[in-house]
């Protein structure tokens, strides 16, 4: 619930969706920081549905009509980013990436959020030997690297070689791993605080029971963090998802495209002058990134009332307001566990 | 400067100059939903020597201006107008100058001491760190750390901490909350400011260190001529320390007098009512009249014998006694008031009978129900018969829900109603207390305190319950909705007839209401009888001390009180 809100009718619907109601509020550099990573996300997603529109090539095509591509051949009018060591066109196999990336997101962040909220949600609520088992456990999978653990998963599911979704399935599988202790974490904080809160005693002084509890009154109140945490978990996700396919255990390029095989493949390109085959990856790994971070930070701020910037009262516009040295729970806990590549 | 901490031989008059003067004051805060103007337009002044209390029900702009007094507001915040310190106008001075005036002319008194204080340092440490702040050692130096100590033992003297020079070195949780708030006092007196604002300084306490720290206060003023801008919203309090008042609403200022003029001829209607709505001991009582305990003849529905609740202990200490040794009946149709301080284990022994905690011993039984083997299966069916009313109504609503699926969620767990029935129900009990039925389909945040406590009557009576809990229903009201929630609980228990334990800390407002009151104090329960005997003659000590601290809101009435209390303490 938007606590700022005190008067008038609930707002409709659509003013109270996650990204667009943060948008209505943002104001000076935290709308600009919002607007950069929106534009950055909104460009992906685009890229992602039109790709088969956009891609001049198939993503493992290695000839046409005229002929079969030529290796390394710098940025032209046939290949507008070149061609890689393989003779794969580098713009299609840049833009098909943006699908193999959404793909994985969408796949570990499904497989990872109903577990990890229904576990914290148990975990919380009932407390007792059964939280304590399963913080252990939180903790534990925490303790791994996670890009460590994401290799073992590929070589458990798919022996470290793969298809397209076996490709795909080790990786969400690695990364949803890593991601559900960290729904976990939230969901049960979330729900500990809610716990003691009186309108949950009050339900349970009418005798509601454990599940009436926890389904209608903690779950709708505790998942107010996800859009933030999914928000920056993508981003994360894409980053073990590159940083498989930079150590090879990717997806073979005959099955999809992946930015951080072709990073791989570029790296010995790079000494020989040709910089297009590692350029051009590398970057579009670096916009989404920043995109949907940008996304996630800006959102994180314009949660908190106290980091939010807002236009004063005499009509002035103070300078942006809220910095990230503050940061809400949520993040907090997401930032400690954070790891890069 | 120096500090003058030799005791000013004769009070000044409260007619030399101001030391404070408000002119045209004007607070706007930037909020997502517009601008909030906090403080339209407000003027007073300060004499030296004088206690001026500013009183308001909350949203008046009372805090907001006591804030602008020492340049406290937030970002957000704009402000204009003239708030003159000793001919500094801290709306408009530069930061360093106004660190300079802060401490030094003028400083403040938090409401809640425990979170005003530093849990890391001793108390000297941060007494000291305001003298340290500023230079006012000799030839502008600063103070060196010793001379600044010396001054903290000084000041904690001055407040009467027993043995300062040990007692400087102590940590805020060495002290218990009313020693908390004298420790925050001394370190606003260390610098001798001429001005001391002082926002609820005694709201946080129980009433009986309440009246310790309002008898400090007025010694600050007679002693070292101390000016006090009171800031507070129990008309006791203003009545016992104020000499002048200025009645706030909606960021105005309503009514500007003397305390005897205000509380004797009040002239404006808003003063009027909120006047009348504040609750007096002894008048208005629920059990005026009554001289054997009445409702005898039903059943008992609650029996606690020798019921004991303890809260178990870190490792290593022993368990907390929160209850002991407690009995007492409430029978059918009763309504039995629980008083007590913070502490005396009234809301523990509340949510026992609710089920909410459990007991470790003695007897409790519930509607014939033994709680001291609680099994929430087998308890479950009683519970529609036991409703409950919780403090804080802002936090008792799921922010999630309509207040009508609030309201009819005890309907659609314990019966199976049709969707139908339930909102025919549903807007039965909101008529019942004076809400319309349309209100079912707004969300908690779209109500009033008021309204939403209105509502979580209804919520507790939707099932007719025979027993119906209520823990501090009104202490998170301003006193005017405190008047009428009250006023409709007294109806409503006489329409439904249902047996209540009503909770609170506040004698005035038990007594309006219960028929029959029991006194906690420390896990005990060391008085019970008919109300207004139990207020109008107590017999034990300790009811004794808690009746006589309690300030009322009337000054002539109040001043002969202050020296009945200083007579039973043996001042």
Redesign the interface.
Known sequence: ?N????????QPLIYRLPVISHFR?SIGLQRGMLVTGLVLTIAFLLTTVLAPVIAPYGYSQLSDASGTFPAQQAPSGNHILGTTVGGYDVFSRVIWGSQTAVVVIVVAVAMSIFLGVALGLLSGYFGGWLDRVLVVIADAIYAFPSLLLAIVMSIVISRGQSSFWGGILACSFAIAVVFVPQYFRVIRAETIRLKA???V?????????SI?IMG??IF??ATRTLPLIFTLNASEAILTLAGLGFLGFGIEPSSAAEWGFDLNKAMADASSGIWWTGVFPGAAIVLTVLGLTLVGESMNDLNDPRLRG?????GKV?GGGGGSDARTGAQAALEAEARTL | MTINIDPVPDRQQPTGRPVLVIDNLKVTFATDGGDVYAVKDVSLDVKAGEVVAIVGESGSGKTVTAKTILGLLPETATSSGVVLINGNNVVSVSAAKLRQIRGRDVAMVFQEPSTALNPVFTVGWQIAEGIRAHAGGPGGKRVSARDAKARAIDALRKVGIPDPETRVNYYPHQFSGGQKQRVVIAAALALNPGLIVADEPTTALDVTVQAEILELLRDLRDKYGTSIVLITHNMGVVADLADRVVVMYQGDVVEEASVKTLFAEPRQDYTKKLLAAVPHLGRNSASAGMTERAHQGGKVLVEAKGLTIEYPGRLGSPAFKAVDGVSFTVSEGEVFGLVGESGSGKTTIGRAIAGLNRTTGGSLSVLGYEMLNLKERTFKPLRKDIGFVFQDPAASFNPQLTIGDCVAEPLIIHTNPSPAQVRKRVGELLESVQLPASYADRFPHELSGGQRQRASLARALILNPKLLIADEPTSALDVSVQAKVLELFKEIQQEFGFAALFISHDLAVVDMLSHWVGVLYKGKLVEQGIGHHVMGAPRHDYTKRLIASLPVPDPAEQAKRREDHRALLGI
Do not use: I, L, Q
């Not at chain 1, 606590?3 to 609930?10: D, F, H, L």
């Not at chain 1, 005693?201 to 029971?209: F, I, N, P």
């Not at chain 1, 807002?310 to 005499?314: D, E, I, V, W």
């Open positions: 619930m606590a700022t809100t005190v008067s008038g009718r609930k509020k809160e009186p309108f005693e009050s339900a349970k002084v009418v005798g509601a029971s009436r209608r009154h709708k109140n807002r236009k004063s009262a005499g103070p």
